[in-house]
């Protein structure tokens, strides 16, 4: 099945009752029972969820997978991972992540008994050194947030393995439509699905998609016990952003890719980090494993201090100042006071995060609107 095909009918079929051709919204936390432990394959909506059901199939056939599992939230599919784990086990780390990935780790894992260690996965000569006999586990974003840096899934996927251990995908900012990282070698795939998943910044949400069965079900076990589950709504949300992703996507990554390349020419930018520019570091590795560039930028300005963007802020009338990413509409992002600033400043200025990066979500409106904006805006800086 070809991919706007598969969009549109992932993990729907008509309902059996009354023909209704989008999955109902089944608001209900209880189910009845013929008699004890005889019922529908539905007991509680903690466990099971007739509308959860058809969104974690949905899921899974988008990513190619055997299993998809829905949480209440990125980092709640992120915890789950990470209980695949036990203390004294060792995590290599994309060095430029999420700083909300970076926090659990740090601030919930680390005490736990997990040992992290931040490299640039871009770089596999580097993963291999930092490899240690308790490495159980490869953890990366790629592309990567907020920097776009690119890791190659396949060579990681082979180090991984040959080390006995698990490569994890944060796939949020590619969408399972741009890349494909089961397909690479990869053992597990992880989104923020309240980014490109759900599209339109209404819902909160995180999956994971994976081929492994045992795997699958220590995390669904984790699902339920711990209970970080999306409600029917939320779940409906992102089922019917889905039917879209692969428009949205081509939209978002042509908006990108002309936005990019006016910043690249702007006399008050001094980089920009985007994966469909020829500069771009990892470039011809992007067009190997991506189908399109994707609809994130990140770009650097003129300025050594954040006081300095307060003009440039007041001037937007397209693009938001907002956490999140991923909708139809454009957001703008300061990394360091916002998604990054749980990082230690230290480790941000090291990493390229400064005070003068900005993060984009380009959106699906008018390309010559937002240029316009960008335009107009920079010149208050």
Request: glycine residues 8%.
């Amino acid at each position: 099945m070809k991919w706007h095909t598969l969009a549109v009918h992932a993990g729907t079929e008509s309902d059996p009752l009354t023909g209704a051709v989008m999955t109902p919204v089944y608001f209900t936390s209880t189910y009845a029972q013929e008699a004890p432990g005889v019922h529908k394959g539905y007991e509680y909506s903690r466990t099971h969820n007739p509308t959860r059901s058809a969104l974690e199939a949905a899921l899974a056939q988008l990513e190619g997978a055997k299993h998809g599992l829905a949480f209440a939230s990125g980092l709640a599919a992120t915890d789950a991972i990470l209980r695949l784990l036990r203390p004294g086990d060792h995590v290599l780390v994309s060095r430029d992540l999420y700083g909300g990935t970076y926090r659990l780790m740090r601030k919930v894992f680390e005490p736990w008994g997990l040992s992290f260690d931040f490299v640039d996965t871009t770089d596999p000569a580097q993963v291999e050194e930092a490899l240690r006999p308790q490495t159980k586990m490869i953890w990366i974003e790629t592309p990567s947030n907020p920097l776009l840096r690119i890791s190659p899934i396949a060579v990681l996927a082979d180090i991984a393995h040959q080390s006995n251990a698990y490569l994890v995908v944060d796939n949020t900012f590619a969408t399972p439509y741009l890349q494909a990282p089961l397909e690479m070698g990869a053992d597990i795939v992880m989104h923020s699905a309240t980014k490109y998943l759900g599209g339109h910044s209404d819902a909160v949400m995180g999956a994971i998609m994976l081929n492994k069965d045992e795997e699958a079900q220590r995390l669904r076990f984790f699902q339920n016990a711990v209970g970080a589950v999306p409600g029917p709504m939320d779940c409906f949300l992102v089922l019917r952003g889905i039917k879209t992703l692969p428009l949205r996507l081509q939209k978002h990554s042509e908006n990108a890719q002309k936005i990019a390349e006016f910043l690249a020419t702007h006399p008050k930018v001094s980089k920009v980090y985007y994966p469909g520019l020829v500069t771009h570091p990892q470039y011809l590795l992007a067009k190997q494993q991506m189908r399109l560039s994707g609809g994130m930028i990140a770009f650097e300005v003129k300025v050594s201090r954040v006081e300095e963007l307060q003009n440039f802020w007041s001037a937007l009338k397209v693009f938001l100042l907002a956490e999140s990413l991923g909708g139809v509409e454009s957001l703008i992002n300061h990394p360091a006071t916002m998604t990054h600033a749980s990082i230690p400043e230290a480790e941000r200025l090291a990493l390229g995060i400064t005070p003068g990066l900005l993060r984009l979500s380009v959106g699906i409106e008018d390309v010559d609107d937002l240029i316009a904006d960008l335009k107009g805006a920079l010149q208050r800086i």
